[in-house]
């Protein structure tokens, strides 16, 4: 069974505190995605990281997918109240048969940024 | 170009009720995957259809099915709803490339 351990679980912060949620597993994805849900609506994606030591940036939010691929971060910095919500990584593998369509998702953390 | 549609939106039902639920997916996209979250649980897996042909399914009971259509739209079916089945279901579809999905805004089922 994949498994992918998301911590910390919640995160509670002050506004313009930085913050980063990590995503581990014992295997390796040929993907890593994180999506962004708010209470009500589905997950929205916010970046897929394809490549071993990948760094993306999406303005004040950084990834990381691990050099073997196996784990991912998150960091958030300066967070603002509009940064609230659950984030959740999500691995892919490409190989077919039983990964047909499967995201492999973590628990989640969910983040409170106080104004 | 419209997102993920999922309808209904809010469903109630009793335990021994079954409830079909509707997934219209990105126009273009042809593979569908259904997951349940639950607070519990969180996000797990139900299955995956492409080309009205499931290709993958989670480990879930036999009471949990699906179907595709020829538009790529897709339901599932769950029969004899049991208290623990209450959830949120989100459909999500997938251009194929990258196995990048983009999920609907889901179906909240009470089962009462």
């Not at chain 2, 623990?84 to 909240?108: E, N, P």
Request: aromatic share 10%; with cysteine.
């Amino acid at each position: 069974t994949q498994l992918l351990e998301q911590s910390p679980q919640f995160l509670s912060i002050q506004e313009g505190e930085n913050l980063t949620v990590y995503c581990n597993s014992s295997s390796v994805f040929s993907s890593l995605q994180w999506y962004r849900q708010e209470p009500g609506e589905g997950p929205v994606l916010l970046v897929t990281v394809v490549t071993g030591g990948e760094v993306k940036k999406l303005k004040r939010l950084t990834f990381q997918f691990g050099d073997a691929r196996k784990d991912s971060s998150l960091h958030i910095t300066a967070a603002q109240p509009g940064d609230t919500g659950l984030y959740l990584c999500a691995g892919a593998r490409n190989a077919g048969g039983t990964s047909y369509g499967k995201l492999t998702f973590g628990q989640g953390t969910i983040l409170t940024v106080h104004p | 170009k419209a997102g993920v549609t999922q309808t209904p939106r809010y469903l109630i039902k009793t335990r021994g009720q079954q409830v079909t639920l509707s997934c219209s997916p990105i126009s273009g996209h042809r593979s569908v995957s259904w997951y349940q979250q639950t607070p519990g649980q969180g996000l797990q897996f139900l299955f995956e259809y492409f080309s009205e042909t499931q290709r993958n399914k989670g480990n879930f009971p036999g009471r949990f099915s699906g179907r595709q259509f020829s538009n790529s739209r897709s339901e599932m079916n769950v029969s004899t709803l049991e208290l623990g089945d209450s959830a949120l279901y989100l459909c999500a579809s997938t251009s194929g490339a990258g196995g990048i999905q983009y999920f609907g805004a889901g179906t909240r089922l009470s089962v009462l």
